[in-house]
């Protein structure tokens, strides 16, 4: 069963930016459409950025423009670069596949708040 274990996470100030990491036990990032995912208090887990095995990206209108998500093939590792960040990005952000097969990892926290 793979692994995943997310890392990065901290507290920022509003329009400050974060990386976040997400380390996979093997490489499943290239046969496998992979997701950030992130929920904050009393909401739904939501996907917030997608990347295929292929390469393509995709994101939620909340975070378009500002988030990036990419991978490092050689290091099994999986990245959401996120800029400008809102008080409302605070929330727990966990990698998974997209749909979500695996079990869940305790996720890294976002705080964003002056």
């Known amino acids: 069963q793979v692994q995943l274990v997310e890392s990065g996470g901290g507290l920022v100030q509003p329009g400050g930016s974060l990386t976040l990491s997400c380390t996979a036990s093997?490489?499943?990032?290239?046969?496998?459409?992979m997701g950030w995912y992130r929920q904050a208090p009393g909401k739904q887990r939501e996907l917030v950025a997608t990347?295929?095995?292929?390469?393509?990206?995709n994101y939620a209108d909340s975070v378009k423009g500002r988030f990036t998500i990419s991978r490092d093939n050689t290091k099994n590792t999986m990245y959401l670069r996120m800029n400008s960040l809102k008080s409302e990005d605070t929330a727990v952000y966990y990698c998974n596949t997209a749909p979500s097969l695996g079990p869940w990892g305790q996720g890294t926290q976002v705080t964003v708040s002056s």
């Open positions: 990347m295929s095995g292929g390469g393509t990206t």
């Open positions: 093997v490489n499943i990032f290239r046969i496998a459409v």
